[in-house]
């Protein structure tokens, strides 16, 4: 198992129902800002309020990390695990903001 940060643990080999789990988050958020999301935090893009919207009320905290280490998971992103929770961390603390300031 590989820890990143302290925070989350990525399986050498994940388990058949890590990806039913990430499969039944991906329906609670638009394709577009699923997109928008994995941009935002693979290329350091700007995100939407719209998407984090989405990302927080529709998705989930439990889904977003769930995501994280799905992206982790996949060798041909070639993504660095500490990238990835760093910037997943980062779009969630923000979106959390940009969500409240909508209620």
Sequence with gaps: MIVV???FTI????????YKTVEQCSMKISDQCGRSIVEVVLEDR????QCCIELVHGMG???HEEFLRFSVSLPELGVEA???YTRGTHVWNTCVREAASNI
Aim: a neutral charge; proline letters at 19%.
């Design 5 to 7: 940060a302290g925070e």
């Design 11 to 18: 399986p050498p080999k994940p388990e058949p129902s890590f």
């Design 46 to 49: 700007d995100i939407s309020k």
């Design 61 to 63: 905290k439990l889904c």
């Design 82 to 84: 500490t990238h990835v």
